[in-house]
């Protein structure tokens, strides 16, 4: 079983122990414990900064991290979202070991569920960016209705899904 768990004294180590393989370090543009400080700074800063364990069987096997923040960086200003409240996905992964078995899709999933809920305020998208040469991470989020923008930013792709329905009407079977 998947679950998300808040981050604390008792599992932070493991978290942080968390590694990728060499080849995937370059889709992730921070660590673990390095998302884990800027939620704190972001959070300090009134941006909701929701940092979480994957845990598969009760094993932590991954990180994930979203934001509620305004879709307002100056290269989205002729977009239609521009302005616009977004949940947006800072940070995911999967420890090494634990890839390739599910447990990335069904993190998302639930992480999409959470973000349903709108637990830190309204917002019309989910969006994201991945790394253009990231064919998994594509191929995940695209399974999700994520849809590209064009717009790349150091070699990563905007990618966007509009929340004006049900998450879970989208959600795999
Ligand atoms: C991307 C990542 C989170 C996916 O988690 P995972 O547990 O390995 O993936 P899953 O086993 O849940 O597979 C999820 C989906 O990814 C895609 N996928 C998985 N392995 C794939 C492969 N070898 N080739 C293409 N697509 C693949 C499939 O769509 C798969 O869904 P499906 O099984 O229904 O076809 C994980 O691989 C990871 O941490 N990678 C390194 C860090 C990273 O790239 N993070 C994302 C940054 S944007």
């Not at 942080?16 to 972001?42: G, P």
């Not at 934001?67 to 940070?91: A, C, M, P, Q, R």
Request: proline share 2%; no cysteine.
């Amino acid at each position: 079983m998947i679950e998300l768990r808040k981050i604390t004294g008792d599992n932070i180590d493991e978290v942080i122990a968390l590694e990728v393989e060499e080849n995937q370090e370059d889709f992730l543009e921070t660590t673990n414990l390095r998302s884990f400080a800027d939620a704190h700074m972001l959070n300090a800063d009134g941006i909701p900064a929701t940092p979480l364990a994957i845990y598969a069987d009760e094993v932590a096997v991954g990180f994930l991290m979203y934001i509620y923040d305004t879709l307002d960086h100056e290269t989205f200003e002729n977009e239609v979202f521009y302005g616009k409240k977004s949940y947006f996905i800072w940070h995911i992964m999967i420890g090494m070991s634990y890839q390739g078995k599910g447990y990335g899709k069904l993190a998302f999933e639930k992480m999409m569920m959470d973000i349903e809920t709108m637990p830190d305020g309204e917002a019309e998208y989910l969006t994201l960016f991945y790394r253009t040469s990231n064919v998994i991470a594509k191929t995940l989020y695209a399974s999700f209705g994520f849809v590209d923008t064009g717009i790349i930013q150091d070699n990563s792709m905007l990618a966007i899904k509009n929340l004006d329905w049900k998450i879970t009407e989208s959600l795999v079977e």
